[in-house]
């Protein structure tokens, strides 16, 4: 007014227009501005994880939750509105996926619950496992390790208290199984086949005795003729250092049979013609073999030769003269695999 600006920071004043009435007179106006109250609203609200709102083609969200928007006009009385927005926003619900790994061997507690992935919350996880004090979960995946098989409860929570719970079961390892079979009774003398059953691919396994067998680096050795009872175990050991033992016993019978003809004709014929000790397996050598006549006279006698081969018998004579038939005694000393020397003797008809 006058060239006087009049405001809210100056609203009445007195200005004088000199000689601006009808008449010639100065003219007086006296200034008095009121003025309406700002129209200014607090837009606060709280929303769910990942809502949002439009303020004057603005959008708010978790990116751009607070700000100021000017509504032009937008009072009642034509003047401007203020919008003060203010938002919050609820943490999203905990969720995390988990999953279990057997121990490494049957009794051992080795397991582990893997805690693959955790969203929602604030981000700042703390795992519990079965009621134990909570730790930080770190990078994930996280890893609680050194346990039985059986089950569990996993409860993850965050700095603003939410918390997600699961349980599962850490499984039982596989079950090794190795199987060498009954125990075996076998005739001094022979052998016998091991085999052992098993679901085991191993790394490594170990006879123990090493003894007779035909081989120590494979599943199925064959026992060749031992001289003693034995007990074998077998340990397999699979990639992981998983074990597996079974044991089997072979026992020995000891026949000791022995077979020396009560007669025999030397005349030439090819059959039956020499006199010698017979035997099985078990037998491995004729130590003596010695025969008298009827009046205790030595007629013959030869000294470790294989059994079985006439080639070494006694062919009737007394240096190199054929004897007449009749009844002489033999005296024979056998070796046997285990050692062990027994004596046969008997009698026995030469016929002519």
């Known amino acids: 007014v006058n060239g006087t600006v009049y405001d809210e920071a100056n609203p009445a004043g007195t200005e004088v227009f000199p000689n601006s009435s009808a008449q010639g007179c100065d003219s007086i106006v006296n200034v008095s501005l009121s003025f309406y109250p700002e129209a200014v609203f607090e837009l606060v609200q709280t929303l769910g994880p990942g809502g949002s709102i439009v303020v004057n083609g603005t959008v708010y969200n978790e990116a751009n939750p607070a700000g100021t928007e000017v509504l032009v006009n937008a009072a009642a009385n034509g003047c401007d509105s203020t919008v003060l927005i203010s938002l919050s926003f609820e943490a999203a619900a905990l969720t995390l996926a988990a999953s279990a790994v057997p121990p490494t061997c049957a009794g051992e507690e080795d397991g582990q619950v893997i805690i693959e992935n955790i969203s929602g919350g604030d981000g700042n996880y703390f795992i519990a496992l079965n009621g134990q004090p909570p730790f930080a979960a770190g990078a994930l995946p996280a890893i609680v390790d050194g346990l039985p098989p059986g089950s569990y409860r996993l409860e993850v929570t965050d700095g603003s208290g939410l918390a997600a719970v699961v349980t599962g079961t850490v499984p039982e390892a596989g079950a090794l199984f190795l199987d060498l079979g009954d125990d075996v ?159 046969f003797k008997g009698e026995v008809l030469l016929m002519r």
Do not use: H, M
Request: proline residues 7%; hydrophobic residues 40%; glycine residues 8%.
């Open 185 to 343: 009774l076998i005739e001094l003398g022979s052998d016998v086949p091991l085999s052992a059953n098993t679901n085991i691919t191993p790394a490594s396994l170990l006879w123990e005795p090493a003894d007779f067998l035909s081989c120590t680096d494979c599943l199925s050795p064959v026992v060749e003729q031992p001289t003693a009872g034995i007990r074998y175990r077998l340990t397999l050991t699979d990639e992981n250092g998983c074990t597996a033992s079974d044991e089997v016993e072979i026992a020995l019978t000891k026949i000791r049979d022995i077979f020396i003809p009560n007669a025999f004709s030397p005349n030439g014929d090819s059959r039956n013609d020499r006199l010698t000790a017979f035997a099985g397996a078990d037998a491995v050598l004729i130590r003596s073999f010695r025969i008298f006549d009827r009046w205790g006279g030595a007629v013959f006698e030869q000294s470790g030769f294989p059994p079985n081969d006439p080639a070494w018998g006694w062919d009737g004579t007394r240096q190199g003269e054929p004897l007449n038939a009749g009844v002489f005694v033999y005296f024979a000393e056998v070796e046997f695999l285990d050692g062990t020397a027994r004596l």
